[in-house]
């Protein structure tokens, strides 16, 4: 391949001159040029040695041979978060979504063709707009962190300020998302601080807020999974310069947390993948956005919302797009969206999931990690050198912690040779986080999970 010379044999017309002109084509000299972002350590300098020449059925048998030795998801307990979150997807969710009625389905420009998706993404609308006690849902965003994105430039639309204001302890990923999505348009993302008890600072935050506030936004839980107590104030504060409030949460803890509606969020976002979609190495995702009822908010808003009509003759309820803010739908200059098909199947599965739990179901559940990370916190404080929770306040589904003169890095690599995915460094977020790591547990571990994950941490000999 390039100019270390081999040819592959498996691949037809793989010849130097072949693979020269190609290049030559697309402006590089060489072929690791294309892979310039995966570090080199990760790229064969030459084709695996198989003896040959073989057939293609035995090449896949040999390939097979080798790829055993990996160790897969299955092998692995994984207690990783932080956006992403292992969950149980009940089979029924499975069956309906892969109805090809679903799964083939395309943006549904045809109402009178589409009925039926067009009915479960009003369904979607519908479930989550309880769930958040907002007016309304779109359907839907790509993740959390581009509906972040999307909810900061619909405010700017709203109000024409140019300030975001963020808590401190927030996604690094989310705001970098975030930063991209609003930089053209020249707004800036300041933070707030946040205590010990992971409590907004109400005093640098009037301080902060002022009329060129286009939104604050506050994450409850936060991205460290503590549960933020003075909330509201947050959201008074916002209102009392004229500023939207914009709240994150994730879906489950609404269960048992209060819906950010009920205090007075103007647009809530969150991450649909809890609720009925598979981890997938991080993807696909699906964002949740929505708000409290105001045309001109609405018209803000990105994406589709579907409404509920009756047919020409009035005589059967029907199903219609109301609001198409895509590129392909209206005059590219008034575009505010470019969410395509994909998010659809999604939406679907959400829809799907909060069915089949129902208010009691999704309660449950709740309470169920609820208490799951209770014990866990607790379990791990009685371990000698570990210093958990490290935020005095109360957690739901992830927390942090770190063990004493051990960096996040070495732990979580020691965590991995017991067969453990132990969580995230987020060491490099803030120094008050140095050698912490954020962990996750939900309703997929056991007990006996839980007391393996700690006893692996007990036989790291450090102390």
């Known amino acids: 391949m390039g100019q270390t010379g081999y040819r592959h044999p498996y691949i037809a017309n793989s010849t130097q001159e072949t693979l020269e002109e190609m290049l030559r084509e ?58 992403v979150w292992p969950h149980y997807i009940p089979a029924a969710v499975r069956e309906v979504i892969s109805r090809s009625e679903f799964l083939t389905s395309y943006t549904p420009y045809q109402p009178e063709a589409s009925q039926g998706m067009l009915t479960a993404l009003f369904e979607y609308q519908s479930l989550v707009a309880e769930l958040y006690d907002v007016d ?10 581009t509906a972040v994105g999307e909810a900061f430039r619909m405010a ?8 975001i204001i963020v808590p401190r302890f927030i996604s690094p990923e989310r705001l ?103 981890m997938n190495f991080g993807g696909p995702l699906m964002g949740i956005l929505g708000c409290r009822h105001e045309q001109r908010l609405v018209h803000a808003m990105p994406g589709r919302l579907i409404g509920m ?46 069915a089949l739990l129902g208010k009691s179901g999704l309660r449950s559940l709740a309470e169920h990690i609820l208490a799951k990370t209770a014990y866990m916190i607790e379990r791990l404080s009685k371990i000698n050198n570990i210093q958990v929770p490290l935020f005095d306040a109360p957690h739901y589904m992830e927390f942090t912690y770190r063990m004493r003169g ?38 997929v571990h056991s007990r006996e999970d839980l007391e393996a994950y700690a006893r692996a941490v007990e036989s790291l000999g450090v102390g």
Not at 221 to 241: K, M, Q, R, W
Not at 332 to 352: F, G
């Open 156 to 163: 700017h639309r709203y109000n024409g300020r140019k300030k």
């Open 309 to 354: 009509t009756e047919d020409i003759r009035g005589e059967r309820r029907a199903f219609t797009m109301v609001l198409q803010a895509r590129e392909q739908h209206i005059r590219r200059e008034k575009a505010t969206s470019n969410i395509c098909t994909n998010q659809a199947l999604c939406a679907v599965a959400v829809a799907a999931y909060l």
């Open 406 to 443: 051990v960096k996040a890095k070495a732990l979580l690599n020691k965590l991995l040779q017991h067969g453990i995915v132990g969580g995230i460094d987020v060491s490099s977020m803030h120094d008050s986080l140095n050698g912490a790591v954020l962990t996750c547990v939900t309703e």
């Open 26 to 83: 697309l402006g590089v000299g060489d072929v690791w040029e294309l892979y310039s972002d995966v570090p080199r350590k990760y790229i064969l300098e030459k084709p695996p040695a198989i003896e040959g020449p073989l057939s293609e059925q035995e090449v896949q048998a040999h390939v097979r041979s080798m790829l055993s030795r990996n160790k897969t998801a299955r092998q692995l307990k994984l207690f990783i978060g932080g956006g």
């Open 176 to 278: 970098a998302v975030a930063e991209t999505y609003v930089k053209p348009l020249g707004l800036e993302i300041v933070s707030v601080r946040q205590d010990e008890h992971g409590r907004i600072d109400e005093e640098e935050l009037k301080h902060l807020a002022d009329r060129d506030t286009a939104a604050i936004y506050v994450e409850n839980p936060a991205y460290l999974g503590f549960i933020v107590e003075n909330i509201t104030a947050a959201g008074e504060i916002a209102h009392d310069v004229g500023s939207l409030f914009i709240v994150g949460a994730e879906p489950t803890s609404l269960g048992i947390l209060k819906p950010p509606g009920s205090y007075g969020a103007d647009i809530i976002v969150g991450e649909g993948q809890p609720l009925g979609l598979p």
């Open 136 to 145: 309304v849902v779109n359907s839907s965003m790509y993740d959390w962190a």
